[in-house]
């Protein structure tokens, strides 16, 4: 079928799953909308989080998208059932499938869960793990200052590492946990930092992987797979500053083929 499929994200973040989706599903066109004006979405309320998020969803609807993917954890928790149940198209977010690679993973039972202040405060992926396994040991920890760091461009170097460190303190007292989920999108452009401060002995996890896998499989179940042996132009939409979502895509995306466009959150 030759019609898109439409991320969004809260800014930049949702790149990373962008980029799987590219990686695994390269026939697929995609059109990304971030909203990198009104990112973090982390400390807004439930309220804002789903107007933003049909906002986007609207906008991306007049591009005549055949599936949804929500690349933000944050919109996930608090507006996915609303997707559901009023949208005629395939919706899928990243929490369910972060928590199905986090499960894989641990090999004691005990996950620790970075991400934003919304995305913990509504516990959804402490729901979705012990509904996979009900004996689950949780360890959430809200990181505020991790998605406008990255909205920043500062992935690496000295500054990057003090912000990890310090936002970490909590859970590196924790010697049981052996797996600790990235529940936001914009935590894996942090992800080389986050390993060296928790350590090799830990299994950091994204949920990017497995949303591919379930956007591939949903794609096969409907029937609107695009078998079209062209290469794809993606279109990356960003809603504030153009310089630093440019260089941040120029980073993750080096030879595929797309062009980065402005949108404002107002003509949404």
């Not at 962008?18 to 979405?41: A, F, S």
């Amino acid at each position: 079928m030759k019609k898109p499929i439409g991320v969004i994200d809260s800014g930049v973040g949702g790149l990373t799953v962008v980029h799987e989706l590219m990686r695994q599903l390269p026939k697929e066109p995609l059109i990304y909308l971030g909203d990198t004006e009104r990112c973090p979405y982390g400390p807004r309320t439930e309220e804002e989080v789903k107007q933003f998020t049909w906002e986007m969803v609207h906008f991306l609807l007049k591009k005549n998208i055949k599936m949804l993917v929500i690349a933000c954890n944050t919109a996930t928790a608090f507006a996915i059932n609303d997707l559901h149940e009023k949208l005629d198209i395939p919706v899928i977010g990243v929490i369910k499938p972060g928590a199905r690679a986090a499960i894989k993973s641990t090999e004691n039972d005990y996950i620790g869960i970075i991400g934003t202040e919304g995305t913990i405060r509504s516990e959804a992926y402490n729901d979705a793990l012990r509904q996979i396994k009900s004996e689950i040991e949780v360890l959430s920890l809200a990181c505020p200052a991790f998605a406008p760091m990255v909205e920043k461009g500062l992935l690496e170097g000295p500054e990057a590492r003090r912000v990890v460190e310090k936002s970490l303190v909590p859970i590196s007292k924790h010697d049981k946990m052996d797996t600790l989920i990235l529940g936001c999108t914009h935590y894996p452009l942090l992800k080389d930092t986050i390993q060296e401060v928790v350590g090799e002995d830990i299994k950091v996890i994204s949920s990017s992987e497995e949303t591919a896998r379930e956007t591939s499989t949903t794609l096969d179940i409907h029937q609107i797979a695009d078998d079209d042996d062209q290469s794809p132009l993606h279109q990356f939409y960003a809603t504030g500053d153009l310089e630093i979502f440019i260089d941040i895509t120029q980073r993750i995306f080096k030879d595929s083929q797309f062009e980065v466009l402005t949108i404002k959150h107002a003509d949404l």
